[in-house]
């Protein structure tokens, strides 16, 4: 199968030996890691580790990839897994069902990975992760708040302390600086600075979220696509290519 025809037409050959050769873990994978995970295995990722607790909700169909009216109650890593091997049949996909937290962060070894992805929506435990990946040598992508937006056209990226207008993103720094910790070293981070109100009724709230907000799917995969396209522009920057 000559499934990668069109990706080695643009990257060259070379540059499809270092995409398949890099090891990659993803925290979350939901409305936007999801979608992150899908690109990453079409665009030539064969090795990748998939973290979350979660089992597909009903509330998750409007803009999770994996979620579909089949797969309610289904565990979303074991579902997500298996789609993205229909794509890539030879890839090696690992799924975890777990929460990442500071408790937990060891059993994951982040010290293998060549890209440590987060797409988190815990604050602590973003925090966490982000301190801890930032003091590896990996490389380190995040992804900030995708709720609460409508224009797919206010999607940036920035490294994490010159991102403007993200709640979250200024929530994380102002508990860094309460708790006088900063990361290691430099990151990049998705964000979109829109911030529209709620219009709809409340929903039950989940552990871990003080308030449902609202969410669109062609944000959310913006954001986790400008995720996986960080990954792979970093990949065949790294030395140039040969053979194209």
């Known amino acids: 199968m000559n499934i990668f025809a069109r990706t080695e037409r643009l990257v060259g050959a070379n540059g499809m030996k270092r995409i398949a050769a890099a090891k990659v873990i993803l925290f979350g994978v939901g409305g936007v890691g999801s979608w992150c995970a899908e690109a990453l295995v079409r665009s030539g990722i064969s090795r990748l580790t998939l973290v979350d607790s ?5 509330t998750n169909i409007n803009r999770q990839l994996m979620a579909t009216t089949r797969t309610v ?14 794509i890539n049949p030879e890839a090696d996909i690992t799924a975890i069902r777990a929460v990442y937290s500071a408790e937990t962060a060891a059993s994951f070894e982040l010290e293998q990975y060549d890209y440590i992805l987060d ?8 925090m966490d992760l982000m301190l801890r990946a930032s003091e590896l040598d990996g490389t ?17 990226v920035a490294p994490f302390d010159q ?7 200024a929530a994380l720094r102002k508990k860094m600086r309460r708790e006088k910790k900063w990361p290691a070293k430099p990151f990049l981070c998705v964000y979109d600075a829109e911030v529209l109100p709620n219009l709809g009724p409340d929903m039950e709230p989940v552990p871990g979220k003080a308030v449902i907000n609202g969410t669109l799917a062609h944000i959310t995969g ?3 696509f400008t995720l996986a396209g960080l990954v792979i522009q970093d990949i065949l920057g790294k030395s140039p290519s040969e053979g194209n």
């Open 54 to 58: 979660d089992c597909v909700d009903e």
């Open 119 to 126: 797409a988190i929506d815990s604050l602590k435990d973003k």
């Open 163 to 169: 991102v403007s207008g993200c709640p979250l993103g």
């Open 73 to 86: 109650g289904k565990v979303k890593v074991d579902v997500l897994r298996e789609r993205l091997l229909e």
């Open 222 to 224: 913006i954001f986790g």
């Open 140 to 156: 380190l992508f995040s992804a900030l708040g995708a709720a609460l937006k409508l224009s797919p056209d206010g999607v940036k």
